[in-house]
């Protein structure tokens, strides 16, 4: 069930007895949906009428299938008005540096299925290995998978006494990841865009990170709230895009190219992931999915290729059982081209 479900039966509840020309789904500010558990956060148009709005969204929701508990809650804030247009030259959001960090960096893709997550832990790792002090930040808030890349599913984020987020330490890194939070790992996360921008903001900005020399933050697939989220309100040295040879997925990497150049986020590089497989019996490389395609768009775009990163199987089932190969073979040639990678980008950006 998807929220569209939830905010279809919203709308169709009518508040005209109350004396609001508005429906339900036009008040919702926040719904979060984990498991059977909704949480509904409405605006309220007038003091007074909790209750029987509150009763109003029972109503509606009665009908929809998966939905067992719901809370409802208020904002203090009036329903929002039509957006005023921005004068010319005015700008648009303000960003911000997260405390302690020297710099953050963006793993994205475009797409799912290039193995964006699995370059985002090694780079972390690779950068780690080299000599700095690393952070990951899992910003896949609907698809989190660092948990499992790095061997930590089943624990769970603790809060300071601050009132602060603890990450999780593994391989020398510190970790952040919604799936550390959740019940378990089937526990579906269904969020809308306000929910979802706030919770990256408390990741970045709550959370005792300390000192880091980078922070890598492995986005979700496509060009959508968290992108620009991040984009629009925080500090970011940069922004590194991964893509396989295909031309399916250089599709998606062009739009999220385009992207971050809209926002003025600038392109560190592309990698190129499953750039082709060395067969161990011949030391002789096979360029699977075809040869030259990445290196032209890099070129169109005027960026640099960071480093190529070849298949291997090994890698794969390591990935599943937690064991990232910088770590279990730093010596394969998988390993060491993500640490030749992470030593361009420590000598691009001092």
Known sequence: MAVKDIMDALRGKDLSDLGLKENLAQLVKDIKLIGEDLDVVLYLPKPGIESLLRDKVHQALSGVPEVKNIRVRFADSPPPQPKQEIPVGQPAFTRRPVPGI?????????????????????????????????????????????PTLLGIKGERITVSERNKLVPIERFGIKVLSIGLMLPSEDTPVIWRGPMLMKALTQFLFDTEWGELDYLILDLPPGTGDVQLTLAQNVEMSGAIVVTTPQDVALADVRKATSMFKEVNVPVLGVIENMAYFTCPDTGKRYHIFGKGKVAEFAASYNLKILGSIPIDPEVAERSDRGEPVVITHPDSEVARAFVGIAKIIAQNLG
């Open 102 to 146: 020297r710099h953050m960096i963006a793993v994205g893709s475009g797409k799912g299925g290039v193995g964006k997550s699995t370059v985002a832990v090694n780079l972390a790792l690779a950068l780690r290995n080299i000599g700095y002090k690393v952070g990951l930040l899992d910003a896949d808030i609907y698809g989190p998978s660092v």
